[in-house]
T-cell receptor, first 112, second 117 residues
Framework: KQEVTQIPAALSVPEGENLVLNCSFT??????LQWFRQDPGKGLTSLLL?????REQTSGRLNASLDKSSGRSTLYIAASQPGDSATYLC???????????FGQGTRLTINP | DGGITQSPKYLFRKEGQNVTLSCEQN?????MYWYRQDPGQGLRLIYY???????QKGDIAEGYSVSREKKESFPLTVTSAQKNPTAFYLC????????????????FGQGTRLTVV
């Protein structure tokens, strides 16, 4: 059974810092990995999708990497801003049945 | 604008009552999903559908039912058999389909918060 773990569960940093969020998964036979952002009481907003054949994807200040063999992904946020405060979730697509399996998320707080 | 619309945003259910949560998408996506989110437990898959008139149980399907009569709609009914229905419910879709090309991005609605009163 595929399990996804995100560490740390919560992170608080001052504005302007660069930071890294971690995601690990137990079964390397994935199709892709997706990073999402969730604001309190809201739905999920897709940030980045990394195909299984890719090593990284970039969007603005965000960079996500994928190492399938070690079962790890990282989300790098450059020059953090208070508006980046949210919960960040990663999810992997399993080989069968198009399922998305989620980690429990990292709650990020950027302090002005 | 293309997207996924969930309604209502808030829903209150009395004990023993069935309620239906709506999910509509105009993205022309084949696959649709229902997830439940509880504090400290992440998102858990309830049901999913890859094509019209077909759906499969997820990890926590007991006490829920779905239908997929139209490509754009995937309503979720929370039945009286669901003993702890208070949660945040999220609907998602992606292009998917019955082929095995999974490299498509998933999109989510804004959620429905269900509370038992």
């Amino acid at each position: 059974k595929q399990e996804v773990t995100q560490i740390p569960a919560a992170l608080s940093v001052p504005e302007g810092e660069n930071l890294v969020l971690n995601c690990s998964f137990t079964d390397s036979a994935i199709y892709n990995l997706q990073w999402f952002r969730q604001d309190p009481g809201k739905g999920l907003t897709s940030l980045l999708l990394i195909q299984s054949s890719q090593r990284e994807q970039t969007s603005g200040r965000l960079n996500a990497s994928l190492d399938k063999s070690s079962g790890r992904s990282t989300l790098y946020i450059a020059a953090s801003q208070p508006g980046d405060s949210a919960t960040y979730l990663c999810a992997v697509s399993k080989r069968e049945a198009q399922k998305l399996v989620f980690g429990q998320g990292t709650r990020l707080t950027i302090n002005p | 604008d293309g997207g996924i619309t969930q309604s209502p945003k808030y829903l209150f259910r009395k004990e023993g009552q069935n309620v239906t949560l709506s999910c509509e998408q105009n993205l022309n996506h084949d696959a649709m999903y229902w997830y439940r989110q509880d504090p400290g437990q992440g998102l858990r898959l309830i049901y999913y559908s890859q094509i019209v008139n077909d759906f499969q149980k997820g990890d926590i399907a007991e006490g829920y039912s779905v239908s997929r009569e139209k490509k754009e709609s995937f309503p979720l009914t929370v039945t009286s058999a669901q003993k702890n229905p208070t949660a945040f419910y999220l609907c998602a879709s992606r292009k998917g389909g019955t082929n095995l090309i999974m490299n498509t991005e998933a999109f989510f609605g804004q959620g429905t918060r269900l509370t038992v009163v």
